[in-house]
């Protein structure tokens, strides 16, 4: 290395999203007992150029998980996962419902054919709550069985249909590539089985982890996502998904996190941050009522 010609010092700096890596061990614990090997902790209240009202906001949006980490700087073992947010006794419901006609909204599939095809069911309520509330997953099926599986549960929820008695679905947008071995693509294919799919979704990957992110932040003792106890698959994923090499999460069992992403992007921001208003705009709203005041008396 050329520090070691020049007798130098290495100093690094870092975010422990990734859990307990070879920096927990050999850095903060210092395993190898080296005097050469130190660290300090500093969180952003540390940064003097860092304004306090944008910290404070910002911390609103964090999880506790999330600020010990992204604010303080400190390992958690949980850390590692996407989603250390997710709380299955607070976002699993004991037991399902009959899902109110009004809120049925529409599926959300993440097609496979040796890999599994990931389909769910979302509803949400009149307070804006999301809810999983049916899935199909399985794997090495054609796109004709996997519609009558989605035609079959959705028959069994009552589910809602569109025009001409299609099942309306968004679908990843690579369903739309048609490859050698077929002359039709799979949202084609779909189509022809009764099932409306609409590739047009948004695949921004971290944008989509944070909406997601939103949806089971806990605010006032309530989540905005609930997922029912049926979709095993969906819960299973969302408490292995982890990060990967790269700052992006690991390619495997992903298939309902993908599908979960996209239909989430579709709908607002669950807990948006007020913007706090300048002192130029304070100001004249300050003047609007002080004419407003004058043109009373």
């Avoid at 949006?61 to 709380?87: A, C, H, I, M």
């Avoid at 699993?92 to 009959?98: A, I, T, W, Y």
């Avoid at 409306?196 to 982890?209: A, C, M, Q, T, Y």
């Avoid at 698959?233 to 495997?252: A, F, M, Q, S």
Wanted: proline letters at 5%.
């Amino acid at each position: 290395m050329r520090v070691l010609d020049k007798r130098g010092d290495i100093f690094g700096t870092m975010t422990p999203l990734k859990g307990l890596t070879f920096v927990h061990d050999e850095i903060y614990l210092n395993s190898a007992n080296s005097k050469e090997v130190w660290f300090e902790f500093m969180e952003w209240a540390d940064n003097p150029y860092l304004n306090e009202q944008e910290v404070e906001e910002l911390t609103k949006t964090l999880s506790n998980d999330q600020l010990e980490s992204r604010r303080y700087g400190r390992f958690k073992s949980s850390s590692g996962l996407v989603y250390p947010e997710f709380d299955p006794d607070i976002h699993v419901l004991d037991q399902p419902f009959n899902v109110p006609f009004e809120w049925q909204d529409t599926l959300s599939i993440d097609p496979g054919l040796n890999n599994p095809l990931s389909v769910h069911w979302y509803a949400v309520d009149f307070d804006s709550n999301v809810y999983v509330v049916a899935e199909h997953y399985e794997a090495g099926k054609d796109v004709c069985y996997h519609a009558q599986k989605i035609k079959e549960i959705s028959d069994n929820l009552g589910w809602k249909r569109g025009i001409n008695g299609r099942i309306d679905a968004l679908i990843d947008s690579a369903s739309n590539q048609r490859t050698l071995a077929s002359s039709k693509s799979v949202s084609e294919l779909f189509y022809e089985q009764g099932i409306n799919v609409n590739p047009r979704v948004n695949k921004d990957l971290f944008s989509g982890i944070q909406r997601v992110k939103q949806y089971l932040k806990v605010v006032d003792g309530k989540p905005k996502l609930y997922i029912f106890p049926n979709c095993v698959n969906l819960i299973r994923e969302i408490k292995t998904y982890r990060w990967g090499e790269g700052d992006v999460p690991k390619k495997h069992d992903d298939h309902s996190m993908d599908e979960l992403r996209y239909y989430l992007m579709t709908k607002p921001e669950a807990h948006p941050i007020k913007k706090q208003k300048t002192l130029i705009q304070k100001d004249k709203e300050r003047l609007i009522r002080k004419v407003m005041n004058e043109r009373k008396k």
